[in-house]
């Protein structure tokens, strides 16, 4: 079965540093993964997605991710953290059926709250 | 604009009282989800549509219930079994293709507290 994994559940960045939000995942098929971003009391919105085409992958706001199949990771990172960033952000791993069904189903992580300090 | 919405914003419930939340989409999307967040616990899946007239049990389904009878509508129903429903529900559309899952788009979600 699938599974995603947020190694940490706070992070604390000062602003202008880099962000590095950690994620390892488990999957049994080729997965399509994503992170997604929540500001408070707010939906999600997606960052980046990763379905098997480039390994590093360039999303919103200067955010990037690399997928490594050997590591089993997809870790979101940015160069330069900006006030704007302190949100909560989650990785996402697709639940894959190979049965000819497609339920679209995504499996998340618990999240990574990011502080970002002046 | 195209988008999801979700009403109301702020939802409170006595005990024993059933609540409806609705979601509404104007993406043209066939497939529909309902979520529940609790915090440090990440979204979990109550019920999902992939198509009018049809819907499957999620992970945590108990105590809700769905209908699905128009493309754009999904609308959630949490019923007096359902034993903890304070949290934030969020719902979400997508395309329905075949083979690998692509990108859920979300509604601004609904908080709602039992009192």
């Known amino acids: 079965a699938q599974s995603v994994t947020q190694l940490d559940s706070h992070v604390s960045v000062s602003e202008g540093t880099p962000v590095l939000l950690r994620c390892n995942y488990s999957s049994s098929y080729s997965p399509s993964l994503f992170w997604y971003v929540q500001h408070p009391n707010k939906g999600l919105q997606l960052l980046l997605k990763?379905?098997?085409?480039?390994?590093l992958v360039k999303g919103i706001n200067g955010f990037e991710a690399e997928f490594k199949k050997s590591e089993t990771s997809f870790h979101l990172t940015k160069p330069s953290a900006h006030m704007s960033d302190a949100a909560e952000y989650f990785c996402v791993v697709s639940d894959e059926k190979w049965d000819g069904g497609a339920t679209n189903k995504l499996i998340f992580g618990t999240g990574t709250l990011l502080a970002v300090q002046p | 604009d195209g988008g999801i919405t979700q009403s109301p914003k702020y939802l409170f419930r006595k005990e024993g009282q059933n609540v409806t939340l609705s979601c509404e989409q104007n993406?043209?999307?066939?497939?529909m989800y309902w979520y529940r967040q609790d915090p440090g616990q990440g979204l979990r899946l109550i019920y999902y549509s992939q198509i009018v007239n049809d819907f499957q049990k999620g992970d945590i389904a108990e105590g809700y219930s769905v209908s699905r009878e128009k493309k754009e509508s999904f609308p959630l129903t949490v019923t007096s079994a359902q034993k903890n429903p304070t949290a934030f529900y969020l719902c979400?559309?997508?395309?329905?293709?075949?083979?690998?899952?692509?990108?859920?788009?979300f509604g601004p979600g609904t908080r709602l507290t039992v009192l």
């Open positions: 979400a559309s997508s395309t329905r293709g075949s083979g690998r899952a692509g990108e859920q788009f």
């Open positions: 990763y379905t098997s085409a480039a390994t």
């Open positions: 993406l043209n999307h066939d497939a």
